[in-house]
């Protein structure tokens, strides 16, 4: 079966995700702001979504699917279940005991994520009470991740990729609710983070559900993980899940340093929230889905010894990335004030509040292909489940990351963070890319089609741009939403229409590539 469906199917999820998302984001815009209580439910959220990110989007996938793969081509399904299981039970003890342990230590960790805040003692308490009670989050989603990865390894994607709406359409119950009446953002920042962890329990009472259906409930030994009488082999992928880990979620540990960064400055937290917000709608669709469609159908070729299955798998990924990431980067850097001034200006929201998002993201923009780049060349690691030239290329891409954001200061001052970013993430792919010649495998006119996607993404680029020019009076602030509304969509849409018929004028893109088996 050609990969473009269940890239489709994937990607089509994860955008709802990101959609809702999006609608949650406006509304936590409206209610907090800017300000203190903004930046302290942020920060509450940097660590638990950080882990959320790394094990939803890579590293129990990276960890999980190859192991199963083998597995089941080895001894069968029997095999593979009984192997799941004992994972299941040993990450369910480490959660509980990492859950204690990060309630106890919470300033600490608040410290380490946002030193700024040990300036404003009230900001630094409300991330810590906001923290505890949203960090039981993690043990949730993580059991989740995994429940997601054992089903990915079966090739049955939609439910796990569809689950993180449940998060976002509770949030967005919640702020329509809390906007209708008169409590502080003190009291509603509380709210939000009681209604995420109802959400991480919802979230797991779905996955598990999938899981049986694919044929993986769960059974959970709890007493023999307890007492190490559990498979050494599910221990040591444990092991190899923190460099799977830092591997597969190296963006959003590039979006912590930046985040360390942006600590200093008043409301840059927040703003570099909002903008990153905006960034990950397309990477989600993108990177998510050929990170996590890639990797088991690369593992299971590698383990078949399918050498053309693999360059056809690697170069599907290629082309199906940079068809969709090189016009969404374009159009976000060309686009980026009249989006976030239609998506968030409201409320608390300011014009300042505009500018300095729309600066960030158009910065951001620039990381998006890097990322995408890291996201197809990676599986060609973690099938083989290689992961030192990845953990080199993490490594040297943070030092790059701190090192442009530090030198960037002085003349970028809180839009420094967003220079590391886009360094780091180019930094890593280059590293990659070096590191793993012997791994990237590609049919013929594979780049020349990424090629045929640049010259496309340029064109659209130039034409959107102008076209935003002249639609400008029609964007001003005072405007009513829907004009402005109106007005983005149909400059979004004369782009996609114009960048499709581009590519398929230069052969890249056909539609009957979404219909099912090829």
């Not at 359409?169 to 702020?175: H, V």
């Not at 609710?177 to 008169?182: A, D, H, R, S």
């Not at 923190?242 to 979620?249: D, E, F």
Request: proline share 5%.
């Amino acid at each position: 079966m050609s990969l473009a469906l269940p890239f489709t199917i994937v990607g089509s999820a994860t955008l709802a995700s990101r959609i809702t998302g999006f609608a949650r984001d406006m509304l936590i815009a409206a209610l907090l702001g800017t300000g203190g209580v903004a930046d302290s439910y942020v920060a509450a959220f940097l660590l638990p979504n950080l882990i959320r990110k790394m094990m939803s989007e890579g590293a129990l996938n990276a960890a999980v699917v190859p192991r199963l793969a083998r597995l089941e081509q080895e001894g069968g399904l029997k095999a593979a279940r009984a192997f799941s299981d004992d994972v299941f039970s040993l990450l369910t003890v480490i959660m509980v005991v990492l859950v204690a342990v990060a309630e106890i230590a919470m300033p600490g960790l608040i410290g380490l994520l946002a030193h700024g805040f040990h300036n404003d003692a009230t900001k630094f308490a409300d991330a810590v009470l906001f923290g505890r009670i949203a960090f039981p989050f993690v043990g949730f989603i993580v059991i989740v991740a995994l429940m997601s990865a054992v089903i990915n390894a079966v090739e049955r994607y939609a439910v796990a990729a569809l689950v993180p709406l449940i998060l976002n359409l509770m949030m967005i119950a919640t702020l329509v609710t809390l906007l209708q009446m008169p409590v502080d953002k003190r009291q509603a920042g509380l709210m939000l983070v009681c209604t995420v962890l109802a959400a991480g329990f919802v979230q797991l009472a779905l996955l598990w559900w999938a899981a049986a259906r694919a044929g993986f409930a769960p059974r959970p030994r709890l007493l023999a993980a307890l007492r190490g009488r559990i498979d050494p082999q599910a221990k040591l992928l444990l092991l190899l899940v923190l460099p799977g880990a830092i591997a597969a979620g190296s963006g959003h540990v590039h979006m912590i340093v930046a985040s360390q960064f942006a600590s200093l400055y008043p409301a840059a937290m927040s703003w570099l929230y909002f903008a990153d917000r905006l960034f990950q709608l397309p990477l989600g669709f993108v990177a998510a889905a050929v990170g996590i469609v890639l990797l088991p159908r690369m593992a299971r070729a590698l383990h078949q010894g399918d050498d053309v299955e693999i360059a056809r798998a690697q170069s599907e990924g290629f082309v199906y990335a940079f068809l969709l990431i090189l016009p969404a980067a374009m159009g976000l850097a060309v686009l980026a004030k009249p989006i976030t001034m239609v998506l968030y200006e409201r409320g608390a929201f300011t014009a300042e509040d505009v500018r300095a998002t729309a600066r960030l993201l158009r910065l951001l923009a620039a990381a998006l292909p890097a990322f995408v780049l890291i996201k197809v060349v990676l599986p060609g690691f973690l099938a083989r489940e290689e992961f030192k030239i990845p953990m080199i290329a993490v490594g040297i891409a943070l030092f790059a990351n701190v090192m442009a954001a530090t030198l960037s200061r002085s003349a970028m001052g809180p839009f420094a963070p967003a220079v590391g970013v886009a360094v780091g993430a180019w930094v890593n792919a280059a590293v990659l890319v070096l590191g793993g010649r012997g791994r990237i495998h590609l049919v013929p006119h594979t780049l020349l089609k990424v090629m045929a996607c640049l010259l496309a993404a340029l064109l659209m680029g130039l034409a959107v741009h102008a076209l935003a020019e002249m639609a400008e009076p029609w964007l001003l602030a005072a405007r009513p939403l829907y004009v402005k509304g109106s007005v983005l969509l149909g400059l979004c849409g004369a782009g996609v229409i114009l960048y499709i018929g581009m590519t398929r004028a230069l052969g890249v893109f056909r539609f009957s590539k979404l219909r099912a088996p090829a």
